[in-house]
């Protein structure tokens, strides 16, 4: 799967062929569409790539509306403080405190992840990815989580005080 964004909207796409597909691809899709855990999805999808451009800029989350249904399946930015780190399967997951919420960031792992050694607990990262909502059974949204495509899209900004516990005595 991968996600597809115009101006106006984001998509999740599911299909078995990804030849060619890249990021930022321009990609005709069709498929069936369905409803995904949360939006729209379009499953068992037919692509072509018709061309190769830039991505598009991320759009800035502010801590003033951090929960945006409207950015699901957007290309987002985030600053936050890394507060814990782990590997659940291939897939890395990292909690980000950005202002008063607790998110959780996520990417595959690949082969050799040394840029996940150098990004210590603490550290104030910048991530860009895919904003996905999070919903209840209701499918009403209640959080979000950012899907990193890899740890080219995490930048670390401030590396952690080296002010700690056992260095104080």
Same mark, same amino acid.
């Given at each position: 799967?991968?996600?597809?964004?115009?101006?106006?909207?984001?998509?999740?796409?599911?299909?078995?062929?990804?030849?060619?597909?890249?990021?930022?691809?321009?990609?005709?899709?069709?498929?069936?569409?369905?409803?995904?855990?949360?939006?729209?999805?379009?499953? %068992?999808?037919?692509?072509?790539?018709?061309?190769?451009?830039?991505?598009?800029?991320?759009?800035?989350?502010?801590?003033?509306?951090?929960? %945006?249904?409207?950015?699901?399946?957007?290309? !987002?930015?985030?600053?936050?403080?890394?507060? %814990?780190?782990?590997?659940?399967?291939?897939?890395?997951?990292?909690?980000?405190?950005?202002?008063?919420?607790? !998110? %959780?960031?996520?990417? *595959?792992?690949?082969?050799?992840?040394?840029?996940?050694?150098?990004?210590?607990?603490?550290?104030?990262?910048?991530?860009?990815?895919?904003?996905?909502?999070?919903?209840?059974?209701?499918?009403?949204?209640?959080?979000?989580?950012?899907?990193?495509?890899?740890?080219?899209?995490?930048?670390? *900004?401030?590396?952690?005080?080296?002010?700690?516990?056992?260095?104080?005595?």
């Amino acid at each position: 799967w991968f996600f597809l964004q115009d101006t106006n909207d984001g998509v999740q796409v599911f299909t078995s062929e990804r030849a060619g597909i890249k990021a930022g691809s321009q990609v005709r899709a069709a498929g069936y569409p369905a409803l995904g855990s949360y939006g729209s999805v379009l499953r %068992d999808a037919v692509c072509r790539v018709e061309g190769q451009g830039e991505m598009p800029e991320p759009e800035i989350l502010t801590e003033a509306k951090p929960l %945006d249904a409207q950015l699901h399946g957007r290309w !987002v930015q985030v600053d936050g403080w890394l507060l %814990d780190c782990n590997q659940i399967g291939k897939t890395e997951v990292l909690k980000i405190q950005f202002g008063n919420r607790i !998110v %959780d960031a996520s990417h *595959l792992v690949p082969n050799s992840s040394a840029a996940s050694r150098q990004t210590q607990i603490g550290s104030r990262v910048r991530l860009t990815g895919v904003y996905s909502v999070l919903a209840d059974e209701a499918r009403t949204p209640v959080s979000f989580q950012i899907l990193v495509p890899g740890w080219q899209q995490i930048q670390v *900004l401030q590396q952690p005080s080296w002010w700690k516990a056992e260095h104080a005595v």
